[in-house]
């Protein structure tokens, strides 16, 4: 087994229509298989969480150490309207979120 010694990004939250959508760090801690690639959006005003999302899914290889296999989210965009949040992931795989229906599309596969 290997060790996970890597840095998780920092990706920065990005805000539209007064929501500001931002990686969940440590997803497994709220109940989600992985700890990468989810994402939530937060009322700015309120400062409540709105909703939060499953984006893609890892794929573990039991005989190996999870954190080495996390895929984390490196960069948010949101249009200017607030309907679309693209998320790209440490691959350089990309989807996008429409965020009134919070459905997921693949725009880059690995």
Not at 32 to 56: C, I
Not at 58 to 83: C, H, K, M, N
Request: neutral net charge.
């Amino acid at each position: 087994m290997e060790q996970a010694d890597r840095d998780i990004p920092r990706t920065k939250p990005v805000t539209a229509g007064g929501v500001r959508y931002e990686v969940v760090r440590n997803a497994r801690m709220r109940g989600y298989e992985q700890s990468g690639g989810v994402v939530a959006a937060v009322d700015v005003k309120r400062k409540a969480e709105l909703w939060a999302l499953k984006v893609y899914t890892v794929q573990f290889d039991a005989d190996e150490e999870t954190d080495v296999q996390e895929v984390y989210i490196t960069s948010l965009a949101v249009d200017p309207e607030g309907r679309r949040l693209t998320v790209t992931n440490e691959r350089g795989e990309s989807f996008h979120v429409d965020t009134a229906t919070r459905k997921v599309s693949v725009v880059k596969a690995k």
